[in-house]
């Protein structure tokens, strides 16, 4: 059945890196696709799938138990056996590759992170922002968030190319475990203390970025070091997520050229 809320367009773009139905997703796992997401029908026990999760986990893509109404408004083939894949396109990084990547270029790391990004236009939009800016890399949560889809990389213009993307279990831990690194975490707040031009982001800094509608979670906040706030001059009182991170970004970059 398919799902009429959902415009052409959505659907056009949904169906780019579609893999349906057990056999063709097992092949792609098997020949090392980079697969960014697995949807599994809710309630099934089939073994069949059970191996199928098992091995989409241990390539580190998610798993996502679903209603078996949105496999259907997904499928393009209307023959998905319960489980449609994702692919990605390209491997997700590791945050230890977007460290090497500052210490190789000899300057100190500039990071973006993302916490719960999930529309694929905006994940795009700050990566070709990140590029753009000579950032290190990008880091976004595995759960809750978009991924290396191929909407994300139209939307980057071929970013997705150039910068890596990092995918993280945990973003609170990898957040303190950048902290451990000697990296400073600032966090964006509407109503923090300090604006981002009172801040010293020249030394190493990952620049946090909260989701579209709620900002960051709560435990993500709570380990940044630092909260800054984007001066708001109008009406209104925040700004897209990816105009947000072009904004902190370019005044790190600002800092480190002037």
């Given at each position: ?118 529309d694929p236009h905006n994940l795009g ?18 759960r809750r968030s978009a991924g290396l ?110």
């Open positions: 059945m398919e799902d009429k809320h959902r415009s052409w367009r959505e659907r056009q773009e949904e169906d780019d890196g579609i893999i349906e139905g057990r056999n063709a997703v097992i092949e792609a796992l098997r020949a090392g696709t980079p697969i960014d997401k697995v949807y599994i029908a809710r309630g099934e026990t089939d073994a069949a799938l059970g191996h199928i999760a098992a091995k989409a986990k241990a390539a580190g893509a998610a798993v996502v138990d679903c209603d078996r109404r949105k496999l259907d408004a997904m499928s393009v083939t209307h023959a998905h056996q319960g489980v449609i894949a994702v692919a990605a396109v390209r491997a997700y990084a590791t945050v230890a590759d977007i460290l090497n990547e500052a210490k190789e270029k000899g300057e100190p790391p500039l990071i973006l992170v993302c916490d719960e990004l999930s939009a700050v990566i070709r922002t990140a590029e753009c800016a000579g950032a290190h890399g990008v880091i976004i949560p595995k889809t191929a909407v994300v990389a139209k939307t980057s213009a071929g970013a997705v190319s150039h910068v890596k993307v990092a995918r993280v279990t945990n973003l609170t831990n990898c957040l303190k475990e950048l902290k451990e690194a000697g990296v400073w975490v600032y966090g964006t707040a509407a109503g923090a203390q300090q604006t981002i031009y009172q801040a010293d982001l020249r030394g190493p800094a990952a620049i946090v970025i909260g989701s579209e509608g709620d900002g960051m979670s709560r435990l993500v906040r709570e380990t940044c070091d630092v909260l800054l706030a984007i001066p708001m001059r109008g009406k209104l009182n925040s700004l897209n997520a990816s105009v947000a991170a072009a904004i902190l970004i370019y005044e790190a970059v600002r800092q480190r050229i002037g």
